[in-house]
């Protein structure tokens, strides 16, 4: 024990400074201490430049952090800027959908009424149509079948060039007026037994245009209005009352012009004989790209060679004519 204590006061004698006396040479205990001291102190600078560093690397995080947050925060509030914007949008287009829906319907409506109203005005016109048939098969005897077989080859002809069946059905009931204008002609001209003279055909061209006009401004006779004007007009331009030409007829009157023709060709009337069917299909063919669309005597050769025209033909000769 006593040991023990001596060791230590003379550890403590070996560590503690020995400060000279003025004058007097540092002793080995002073240097040491010296030393020791210049020691503690680089290890404080150490520490203190490190607690500088370390203080300014926490304010740079500070720094960085609040940055982070004002930028979080400025996304928020734009987010938040959006939300509102969406749901005003959602609510905008719902209420746009709702007054779409109620469009729509209001459309739906309307239409179904224009619907009511174009069926009651196609019952309407085709009363007329029986009407303007009937007269016209008064005014002239042979009329009635005439007229039949033309409709039963215009929408024969309209199917096989693959046209809608709307359109072969209005191409058909518009085709039976071409020649209403007719009423207006004289009987004498309809009736007559001779060649027509100069003067004569002068007036029986006129049936085109009062046929026309006889057939008023109502869209449901659009058609028919075109047919009556052009059944006379020809491929080449030399028809009239117009002189169109190609595609300038409209294709209802030049698919008229090709069934008119041929059974004018291949009907009795006063001036003449009926031609047979072999030498009506000749003189067709030989009108086509002259008096005839070329693509339609096509149409109604191919009719002849398998049997559409004897068919209608035989159908119509077995209907009864009041």
């Known amino acids: 024990m006593a040991d023990d204590s001596q060791r230590m006061t003379v550890e403590v004698v070996e560590v ?101 109203a174009n069926e009651e005005l196609r019952r309407t016109g085709l009363q007329g149509i029986s009407h303007l048939l009937l007269a016209a098969t008064l005014k002239d005897q042979t009329t009635g079948a005439h007229l039949l077989r033309v409709r039963r080859y215009v929408e024969a002809i ?17 085709s039976v007026m071409h020649d209403v204008g007719k009423i207006h002609t004289p009987d004498h001209i309809l009736q007559s037994e001779h060649h027509l003279s100069s003067e004569e055909f002068e007036v029986i061209k006129q049936h085109c245009i009062d046929g026309e006009v006889m057939l008023g401004d109502a869209r449901f006779f659009e058609t028919a209005r075109a047919i009556a004007r052009e059944h006379h007009e020809r491929w080449d331009g030399q028809g009239y009352p117009d002189g169109k030409r190609g595609s300038e007829i409209s294709v209802a009157a030049r ?33 086509a790209g002259k008096q005839f669309d070329p693509e339609l005597v096509e149409a109604f050769k191919t009719l002849r060679a398998d049997g559409t025209i004897e068919r209608i033909r035989q159908e119509v000769g077995a209907a009864r004519f009041e």
Do not use: C
Not at 158 to 174: C, H, K, M, N, W
Not at 270 to 286: C, F, N, Q, V
């Open 16 to 116: 503690s400074p020995n400060i000279a006396e003025p004058g007097e040479a540092p002793t080995v205990a002073s240097e040491v201490f010296r030393q020791l001291l210049q020691q503690a102190i680089r290890v404080a600078d150490q520490a203190n430049a490190q607690s500088v560093r370390m203080a300014a690397d926490f304010a740079e995080i500070y720094r960085r952090e609040q940055v982070i947050r004002n930028e979080y925060e400025a996304k928020l509030k734009e987010l938040r800027l959006m939300e509102r914007q969406t749901t005003r949008y959602a609510e905008d287009l719902a209420q746009m959908l709702r007054t779409e829906r109620e469009r729509r319907e209001e459309l739906e409506r309307a239409l179904e009424q224009e619907r009511l």
């Open 255 to 287: 698919i008229v012009s090709v069934a008119d023709v041929f059974d004018a060709l291949t009907s009795k009337r006063p001036y003449k004989d009926a031609w047979t069917l072999e030498e009506g299909m000749r003189s067709i063919s030989e009108g």
């Open 158 to 174: 309209a199917t096989r060039i693959g046209l809608p069946a709307q359109l072969v059905e209005e191409f058909g009931y518009s």
